[in-house]
């Protein structure tokens, strides 16, 4: 049974840094597409970084590209999303899964909120 588990999550302001953390029992990040995601509530959630593959090829949304950097530590089997200059409308909860995601991994998620 995969269990996927958010921490890190907080309040920041504007400019400000913030890391988060996913760690995983029953799945092993270095073998699989992993993937941080963020939603807003009334939106669709929107995909944010992933690795490619399982290996070390990193891919970012657009929108973070520059800003946010992901991670992982394949002995502790976690994954990490260290992010910069936060702005506002990075304001959602973070959560991780593999990508594409399965809709029974979902956790509960972090928020991060970032005050203007």
């Known amino acids: 049974?995969?269990?996927?588990?958010?921490?890190?999550?907080?309040?920041?302001?504007?400019?400000?840094?913030?890391?988060?953390?996913?760690a995983a029992s029953g799945?092993?990040?270095?073998?699989?597409?992993?993937?941080?995601?963020?939603?807003?509530l009334g939106k669709e959630r929107e995909f944010v970084a992933g690795f490619a593959w399982g290996g070390p090829s990193k891919i970012y949304a657009d929108a973070v590209r520059g800003r946010f950097?992901?991670?992982?530590?394949?002995?502790?089997n976690t994954m990490d999303l260290q992010m910069s200059n936060l702005q506002p409308d990075d304001?959602?909860?973070?959560y991780c899964n593999t990508n594409p995601p399965h809709d029974i991994y979902w956790g509960q998620g972090t928020q991060v909120t970032v005050s203007s």
């Open 1 to 22: 049974q995969v269990q996927l588990v958010e921490s890190g999550g907080g309040l920041v302001k504007t400019g400000g840094s913030l890391r988060i953390s996913c």
């Open 27 to 40: 799945l092993t990040f270095s073998r699989t597409n992993v993937a941080w995601y963020r939603q807003v």
């Open 69 to 76: 950097t992901i991670s992982r530590d394949d002995t502790e």
């Open 91 to 94: 304001t959602a909860v973070y």
